[in-house]
């Protein structure tokens, strides 16, 4: 009886300290996964940080990569135009546009002329632009200046010329519309003629 009252209290003995090292205390378990939960919300916010650097630069992408694809559209258009009128001889207005910009009363206007031909030789002559507008309920027609206050704009070109200015107008003026004329150096009648109303 000796004995086996030694190894009952022996195998108790034995049985409270594996309960002693294996106990639970709450307030380290709760201390543990507050941890751990700080822990996976710090991994999920930086993986959405992430995940919103990523699309952020995606987006740019496809905005750079969208202009880009106007842009070489632009580009194809120009050069159908200028292959289809090339058997053509002569001055052709490929471009002609008006906008306003973000300041209020100037606008910008460009202009792009194509000399098609085998052999084309130099193209020398004016433009003359005027500008169609109405203020205090009255049409006018404004003839643009150039940089030495004359109405005369010279060209002077082979293959193709672009142009690309401002003009400003009073504030209550409202444009309707920009004309263009193509003279023939020596030459008072106009050989090419258009008119463009502001883009919006």
């Known amino acids: 009886m000796y004995e086996a009252g030694k190894r009952s209290e022996s195998a ?20 543990t996964k507050k941890r751990q939960l700080c822990s996976q919300i710090g991994d999920l916010t ?3 940080q992430i995940g919103n650097t990523a ?9 750079s990569l969208s202009q880009e694809n106007d842009h070489l559209k632009e580009k194809l258009a120009f050069f159908q135009h200028f292959v289809s ?9 490929y471009q002609f546009s008006l906008k306003e910009t973000e300041t209020s009363g100037k606008y910008r206007y460009a202009l792009t002329l194509i000399q098609s031909g085998e052999r084309p030789s ?16 009255q ?18 070109f082979k293959f193709l010329h672009r142009l690309e200015e401002t003009f400003v107008v009073p504030p209550d003026a409202n444009v309707e519309n920009m004309q263009v004329q ?6 008072n009648k106009a050989i090419l003629t258009e008119t463009v109303s502001p883009a919006l």
């Open 46 to 48: 930086q993986q959405l």
């Open 122 to 137: 130099d193209f020398k002559g004016n433009l003359k632009f005027q500008v169609k507008l109405s203020q205090n309920g």
């Open 12 to 31: 108790f003995n034995d049985v409270t300290e594996e309960n002693h090292s294996y106990s639970f205390d709450p307030g380290i378990c709760r201390q």
């Open 55 to 63: 699309n952020h630069d995606l987006a740019e992408q496809v905005k």
């Open 139 to 156: 049409n006018k027609l404004i003839p643009l200046v150039n940089k030495n206050s004359n109405r005369n704009f010279p060209i002077e």
């Open 182 to 187: 193509i003279f023939k150096e020596s030459n």
């Open 85 to 93: 009128s090339n058997t053509k001889n002569g001055i052709s207005i």
